[in-house]
């Protein structure tokens, strides 16, 4: 199920949010799981297009979707502003089909929330469980780039969520 972040879900963000296996291809934890739990304000639900990814009455991951910005070097349109699509799972629940189904619901939710909208996705090549994910789902290569010290896989969606 995906719903807006709650309060109650602050110590599995934290936990989301401080596991090395998890943060390995994004940078790595920015913050213990300790100063997560202080800084994670008591609503977590800081704005639209943050999805709490729930399963069997816990959090199991989350998904963002925003607009990803001009300034950004790579697009699929010459004025950017496309809907970035990004998901996080806990270890628990990986290789089990729930982040298949949980970003094809948010993929549904961008489709009808912003039909005709570009969907784009970047992951880093190392990450192949995101990277298995991100084809199963429909995108396709743009092409690859070299940021945050790693090769990026930069992908489209190829076909209508």
């Not at 998904?63 to 349109?77: E, L, P």
């Amino acid at each position: 199920m995906l719903r807006e972040t709650r309060q109650k879900d602050r110590r599995a963000l934290a936990e989301l949010l401080s596991s090395e296996i998890v943060q390995a291809y994004l940078g790595g934890p920015q913050h213990t799981r300790e100063e997560l739990e202080q800084l994670i304000p008591a609503d977590p639900n800081t704005r639209p297009g943050i999805f709490a990814v729930e399963h069997a009455g816990h959090l199991i991951g989350r998904i963002t979707v925003q607009r990803r910005d001009a300034a950004w070097a790579h697009h699929v349109r010459d004025e950017g502003d496309e809907v970035e699509l990004g998901y996080e799972f806990l270890p628990t629940s990986w290789g089990r089909g729930l982040a298949t189904e949980a970003t094809q619901a948010a993929l549904g939710w961008i489709s009808a929330t912003l039909p005709g909208e570009p969907v784009v996705l970047t992951t880093q090549v190392a990450n192949e469980r995101s990277l298995r994910l991100a084809r199963r789902l429909g995108f396709v290569e743009v092409e690859r780039f070299v940021g945050y010290g790693a090769e990026q896989w930069f992908g489209h969606l190829s076909t209508p969520s």
